[in-house]
């Protein structure tokens, strides 16, 4: 088999999408447009079976191409090569799955936008720049897509640029990750003076030889990583972005918060679990921020009334759940919620760009109501997904959230006690938004209840396979409770997190939890979930409650609406300084230094000239007497010097 060619194609397929939309979307027909990114997508997708076949049939060894040497200082080089292991074959299946899902979708929910071309275009950018991320062999061509999908993820967000909210929030997750990737950057660079090199294996194994437990180098390394990861995967303090980020169209924030962009931190920390291993203070760090962000963005989801901002704070505390996994070396179980999340969260968000579709821009739950028996395969799919997110079993979501609390209550009971509330909050604010939006009366205008219309099939396609994949794909993960050796995810990851056993054995061992006690941990699990689920119902179905107007909030309500004014406070003690300082710079550095050398240059200059063209008189006689005269004085010198 050329390994290769198909190697090389997952990533070359999206961007020459990219290419061909971008430089024809205006020339060729919109269903060529559509077909073109949904090839480039989907035949990624197929590659990447194929790969993930001859992987496991050829023994499951690690393969890495290098395509060329890219950069050489001396005994340091940088090759643009890729890595086909374990990790990056999970990635990529979920991720050019759900991505060319995402794809299709999009030809039936922008196909009437003027942008559709351009649209196209980018979201095979987007998935480009994601492979690149997943394939890259050290963490150079990482950084390379890394920066990528955050470019991306400007485009898009400000995708309808006429407004000017939203190319705010386009800026906004632009700048916020920028402020991230300088620490992953930093951390890069210590990488590099420290082992004097960039690719995984040869980091990883002399880091495994060199370092103890704990070393202030190691510890600072991580972390500096981790700041990466807390930008890009939207954790405390750089998370407000993320829920701005639904200023882009539906397949976006799909795209965003189920399959690419959010899950590179996690991805990332996975890739570096050795390093992490080393520094046990730096997953104290990560457990901490994750089970923090878990919480705070739950307890804000419970008010939000606009359903995608609840889907977007629903992903902010998954992504917490899955820092909180890793930061107690769950690796395998936080990797497993990321693919099960990336099911249920693209599966909510296409649902509720159904509902979008079906009410014509609306997006206040206040205003919905009632849409089960108008949208029932929209209704059907969104109820499976909110059953996932919540833990409900056998749905996906149940088995990975599940393992990861098992994890934490083997370390630390408190924090496993937090996480379970965090869970039982999940579970409120999803049913919350079910029950709003697809139970009861119709909430909104005559004119939007009579135009209200099921998706079309290129829409609805996805959200049925997505339902599917909710349903079923948690078996991936099954605990040794239920039946031995039947964790198929945990077994397969295995043989990559070897090292990391080799270097802290005890962290690997075995549960040592009872199967009564394992039971009885799922028992405590469902039954919150079950009962936010009683209580949404009777808050939101039984009671027919409906939030309040905005003007109309007050107290603890008012305050979580508002998110805690983290935005504002944000807005006061960085953004206002940063501006009043950039006025005083202009006003003194710029206008009376820096402004004032440039402008004596030039004065400076222009006297000068003024002197000198005294000179230029254009008396012929006058020059044959200044060369006389310069004569005379060379050879005087010349004699008498």
């Known amino acids: 088999m050329n390994y290769k060619l198909l190697i090389s194609l997952i990533p070359a397929l999206p961007l ?11 020339k060729i027909a919109k269903p060529l447009v559509g077909i073109i990114a949904v090839v480039a997508s989907a035949s990624t997708f197929i590659i990447s079976l194929v790969l993930f076949n001859a992987f496991i049939s050829g ?46 979708y999009s030809i039936g929910y922008m196909g009437e936008d003027e942008g559709y071309g351009k649209f196209m275009a980018f979201l095979n950018l987007f998935m480009f720049s994601m492979l690149l991320l997943i394939l890259g062999s050290n963490y150079v061509i990482m950084f390379i897509g890394w920066e990528g999908v955050g470019l991306c993820s400007y485009l898009l967000i400000g995708f309808w640029n006429k407004n000017t909210a939203y190319n705010y929030a386009a800026r906004k997750a632009f700048v916020m990750n920028r402020i991230g990737d300088l620490g992953f ?99 104290s760090v990560v457990a901490v921020v994750g089970l923090a962000t878990a919480l705070l963005a739950a307890t804000i989801g419970i008010f939000q009334n ?23 070396m769950a690796y395998s179980a936080a990797l497993f919620h990321v693919i099960t999340h990336a099911f249920f969260k693209a599966l909510l968000f296409l649902g509720a760009g159904s509902v979008i579709h079906a009410l014509h821009h609306e997006q206040d739950i206040r205003n919905m109501g009632g849409l089960g028996k ?12 909110t059953l996932a997110i919540a833990g409900i079993p056998p749905f996906a979501g149940f088995f990975s959230k599940d393992e990861i609390l098992m994890h934490v209550f083997e370390k630390n009971t408190f924090m496993w006690g937090l996480a379970v509330v965090g869970s039982a909050l999940t579970s409120f604010y999803m049913f919350r938004l079910l029950f709003l939006t697809f139970s009861g009366k119709f909430r909104g205008t005559h004119e939007q209840e009579h135009h209200i219309h099921e998706s079309p099939w290129v829409m609805t396609l996805p959200l049925i396979i997505l339902a599917i994949l909710s349903t079923v794909g948690g078996f991936i993960g099954i605990p040794a409770v239920f039946a031995e050796n039947a964790n198929w995810l945990g077994n397969f990851m295995k043989p990559f997190f070897a090292l990391s056993q080799k270097v802290n054995p005890a962290a690997f061992e075995p549960s040592h939890l009872s199967h009564a006690q394992e039971f009885g941990l799922m028992g405590v699990s469902v039954g919150v979930a079950l009962i936010s689920l009683v209580l949404a119902y009777m808050f939101f179905v039984a009671q027919k409650q409906v939030p309040p107007a905005d003007e109309k909030m007050q107290g603890f309500p008012k ?10 406070i944000y807005d006061f003690l960085i953004v206002r300084p940063c ?17 004032m050398l440039v402008m004596q240059a030039g004065i400076t200059v222009k006297e000068m000239s003024d002197v000198l063209r005294y000179i230029q008189t254009g008396k012929v006689g006058l020059y044959i007497l200044a060369m006389v005269l310069g004569m005379a004085v060379i050879l005087f010198v010349q004699f008498f010097g």
């Open 59 to 104: 023994g499951s060894q690690p393969i890495t191409l290098t395509l060329f040497d890219w950069i050489s200082v001396g005994k340091f080089k940088i090759s643009f090569s890729f890595l086909i292991d374990q990790l990056s074959l999970l990635m990529l299946l979920f991720v050019t799955g759900v991505g060319s899902l995402i794809h299709i």
């Open 559 to 568: 305050l979580v609406y508002q998110k805690y004014y983290v935005d504002e």
């Open 16 to 26: 020459l999408g990219f290419i061909l939309n971008g430089l024809l979307f205006r």
């Open 374 to 385: 108008h949208i029932k395969i929209t209704y059907f799919t969104f109820f499976v997904g």
């Open 306 to 328: 606009d359903i995608k901002k609840v889907l977007a704070y629903s992903t902010v505390s998954q992504l917490g759940y899955m820092f909180l996994g890793l930061g107690v």
């Open 579 to 595: 501006e009043w300082l950039s006025v005083k710079f202009h006003q003194f550095v710029e206008v009376y230094i820096i402004d």
């Open 185 to 283: 950057l930093l951390g890069i660079f210590f990488i590099i003076q420290q082992f004097n090199t960039v690719e995984y294996s040869e980091v990883f194994k002399k880091a495994a030889e060199i370092f103890k437990m704990n070393d202030s180098l190691m510890i600072a390394i991580t972390l500096l990583l981790f700041v990466g990861a807390v930008g890009k995967s939207a954790q405390i303090p750089l998370y407000t972005w993320l829920p701005d980020a639904m200023a882009g169209p539906t397949p976006v924030s799909a795209l965003i918060h189920a399959a690419t962009m959010v899950t590179a931190g996690i991805y990332m920390v996975v890739r570096s679990n050795v390093l992490y291993t080393l520094a046990p203070f730096t997953l």
